[in-house]
């Protein structure tokens, strides 16, 4: 049974938090689909327990996520390897060099606090991944969101046709986790938006010594304020 709404597939409705009817970035209906640059910060918030500031779209297409973040107030970036036929709402984006157009693999390393990947990994394969992957070790977190083997076979199961070209580099969820953390990333599977949350270590580990820091400056600063019977 082929299950469709609105012209797409049911599992990519649910799939994904976001719809976006008016873009089409490469004729088929799941680029239509993504996760909201606001559920993205709550993910981070919920994570790293601070506010991203800044949004960096790593295969940023027509520009609507890079336009959404910019509306959220958050310094807003992206890049994409072709350049789409423009659209009025995003061509300043373009204009400004705020988003480039260029192969993440030739990039400078990403400096945001939260970093994007809609399917872009998925173009890469097993050499050219890592050193994507290096790209990301100064963000905050990286959410990727991406078909794998899982996707294609629960999706065959209702009959979707969810496209699997061969040429896209699908592996199962597991291989996936096993490549951010050999990568230099502490992972996990965000199971309500089918996404992965991976943030570098190197990261966390500065957030965890910066958070014993002030706890220390507040523990000592209470005991002296004791000490002096205050
Ligand atoms: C599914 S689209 C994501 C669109 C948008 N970020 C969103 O979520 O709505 C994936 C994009 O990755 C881009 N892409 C593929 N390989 C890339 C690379 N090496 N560097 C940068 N972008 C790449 C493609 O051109 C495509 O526009």
């Not at 509306?71 to 072709?82: K, N, P, Q, T, V």
């Not at 173009?123 to 294609?152: C, R, S, W």
């Not at 943030?199 to 500065?206: M, S």
């Amino acid at each position: 049974m082929r299950c469709y709404f609105f012209g797409m597939s049911i599992y990519y409705f649910e799939k994904y938090s976001h719809f976006y009817p008016f873009r089409d970035t490469d004729g088929l209906d799941y680029t239509m689909c993504t996760i909201s640059v606001w559920e993205q910060v709550r993910m981070y918030c919920v994570r790293k327990g601070s506010m991203p500031r800044s949004f960096f779209d790593c295969g940023a297409a027509v520009g609507y996520l890079v336009r959404e973040a910019d509306m959220l107030g958050l310094r807003a970036s992206g890049i994409d390897i072709r350049r789409y036929p423009p659209v009025p709402e995003t061509e300043k984006y373009f204009a400004s060099g705020q988003i480039q157009i260029k192969s993440i693999l030739d990039a400078a390393p990403v400096t945001a606090d939260l970093a994007y990947c809609n399917g872009t990994l998925t173009y890469l394969n097993e050499v050219t991944l890592p050193i994507a992957l290096k790209k990301f070790q100064n963000v905050g977190m990286l959410i990727a969101v991406h078909n794998t083997t899982e996707d294609v076979q629960a999706a065959f199961k209702t009959g979707e046709p969810i496209v699997h070209r061969e040429s896209r580099l699908i592996r199962s969820n597991d291989w996936w986790m096993n490549i951010f953390r050999n990568n230099g990333f502490r992972v996990d599977f965000d199971s309500e938006n089918k996404c992965f949350c991976a943030r570098p270590i190197k990261d966390d580990a500065a957030s965890k010594y910066q958070g014993f820091v002030s706890a220390t400056r507040l523990g000592g600063g209470f005991i002296r304020a004791f000490s002096r019977g205050v």
